[in-house]
């Protein structure tokens, strides 16, 4: 690690260590701890981090996950009814607002792209603010297993959910789609204590507990036309690879094939996505790190960091928050159970989702810069991030181009979900600053990622906003509308 990097390191641990201190201290008087987290993967991941780390500090604690933090958000909660707050995968892009209304002590672990000026009252934790990106690095569940970890060494076994989190927030971007960066840091941790265990392997959806072409069909990441979410193609596919299906009546899982048959799979799926006109070399991304968490029972979708973290998603996207939390808590039963009919009827709703925006060419409007899916109206809410995600990695898009999944709330607004490639960022695009900056023009908010950002506007903006957002991107690219 160079010089300069680790004194940005020695820095950010300082901070962490500040964070553990204060919380230690609360939880040794007896205070009432309120965690509020986002309800997506990384949030719930990280606050099952942190409930499980005061848990073992026997401090009294609520724990509650939302769709987003905005000041609406804020005036519903009683944030000053705790003695201490700890906002986590959220906080630093409402950095002013939380400053003029936290009358007590808060604590921020974030990792979001920074907007203003945490107060005196704020100890605001956080990767950008030492030259981390928070985009690719660190998650929020990385950030708040930092903070556990300096409380008490046991916490080492919480880096399996941060890695959870990390992958949940897709930043797996490195070398074969391995997590870098702080995250590797965590991965070492989680291996020194028996929590996770790394393989090469194909990622399919579902390694270890499903019939090996029903986690080719679950597989969205990368989306692949004519395969993903259609089942009877699948098995057609894996059949034709002269793969056995079935030893003994049991279904077998990519886990019990040989290295030859997962070959023979991958030419046969690079075939299959060629013939529909999609370059085979998105199904070499199939081809990755595989995150197992070998504490977890053999068969159950905890025991995979990308299907836990599936799990975690869709439990928090349906409004199901408690479960998934009660999930990160160690709960499994009755609970895992109920989390798994929750994930079926979430994949159901977002095939729906899917096949709509297939058959509907006409919602979505192709401008310079960007790609605009007019969900309002057939797209719920909360599944907008979600299938901005799927369309993003499809590769039926141009790569230079942005996804905007639209969808209105329940208040009436303008629900967008913004999602580029890796090309778009490397050439400046910057859609969390973007959508930050436009949205506080048009009295909405928004921010996030340069990868992933979101949005909510008033409708009447709609027109002007996305023209305004069209030219942002297409003159961050040097093309003309
Ligand atoms: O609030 P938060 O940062 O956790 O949300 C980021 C969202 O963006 C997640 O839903 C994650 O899956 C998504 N994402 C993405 N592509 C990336 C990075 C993140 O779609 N490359
Ligand atoms: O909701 P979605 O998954 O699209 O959110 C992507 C990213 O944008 C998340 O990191 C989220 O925290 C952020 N976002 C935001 N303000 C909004 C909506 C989303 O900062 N109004």
């Not at 007896?30 to 401090?59: C, N, P, T």
Request: with cysteine.
């Amino acid at each position: 690690m160079a010089n300069a990097e680790r004194r940005s390191l020695n820095s950010l641990m300082a901070l962490v260590s500040e964070a553990a201190q204060l919380i230690s201290e609360e939880a040794g008087k007896g205070s009432q701890i309120l965690v509020l987290s986002h309800f997506d993967a990384d949030g719930l991941a990280a606050a099952g981090i942190l409930g499980s780390a005061l848990r073992r500090l026997k401090s009294s604690m609520h724990i509650r996950a939302v769709d987003g933090l905005d000041e609406e958000t804020l005036g519903q909660i009683p944030i000053d009814s705790s003695d201490l707050l700890v906002f986590a995968d959220f906080g630093s892009g409402l950095l002013d607002v939380l400053s003029k209304k936290m009358m007590r002590k808060a604590i921020i672990l974030d990792h979001h792209q920074p907007v203003g000026t945490p107060g005196d009252k704020i100890l605001h934790v956080n990767p950008h603010t030492f030259g981390f990106d928070g985009a690719t690095e660190i998650s929020a569940a990385g950030v708040t297993y930092l903070v556990a970890r300096a409380l008490d060494t046991r916490n080492l076994d919480l880096s399996a959910l941060a890695v959870v989190g990390a992958v949940g927030d897709m930043q797996d971007r490195g070398e074969k789609r391995s997590l870098h960066g702080l995250n590797s840091m965590i991965v070492e941790d989680g291996v020194k204590a028996g929590s996770v265990k790394l393989d090469r392997d194909l990622v399919l959806y579902g390694r270890e507990t499903r019939p090996i072409h029903r986690a080719l069909a679950y597989t969205s990441n990368p989306f692949l036309p004519g395969l993903s979410s259609q089942e009877d193609k699948c098995l057609a596919l894996v059949t034709s690879a002269g793969i056995v299906v079935k030893q003994d009546e049991r279904w077998r899982t990519l886990a019990d094939l040989r290295d030859e048959e997962k070959q023979n799979l991958l030419s046969a799926i690079i075939r299959a996505v060629t013939s529909k006109g999609v370059a085979g070399k998105i199904a070499l991304n199939l081809i990755g790190t595989a995150y197992t968490l070998p504490k977890e029972e053999r068969g159950v979708p905890t025991r995979d960091a990308r299907e836990f973290s599936s799990l975690l998603n869709a439990c928090g996207r349906m409004n199901r928050q408690g479960l998934a939390i009660s999930i990160c808590l160690g709960e499994r039963g009755q609970t895992m159970d109920e989390a798994q009919e929750v994930l079926a009827e979430y994949r159901k709703a977002v095939a729906q989702h899917m096949t709509w925006v297939t058959e509907t060419p006409e919602r979505v409007e192709e401008l310079t810069g960007i790609y605009v899916i007019h969900g309002e109206g057939t797209i719920d809410e909360n599944m907008t991030g979600t299938i901005s995600t799927i369309l993003v990695s499809s590769g039926t898009f141009n790569p230079m181009k942005a996804v905007l999944v639209l969808a209105k709330t329940k208040e009436g607004e303008l629900k967008i979900s913004a999602r580029g490639t890796e090309q778009l960022v490397t050439s400046g695009v910057n859609l969390g600053k973007i959508l930050q900056e436009l949205t506080s023009k048009h009295k909405g908010s928004g921010g996030g990622h340069d990868i992933a950002a979101g949005a909510n506007i008033p409708v009447e903006c709609e027109k002007e906003f996305f023209k305004e957002l069209d030219e942002a991107i297409s003159q961050v690219l040097k093309v003309r509308i």
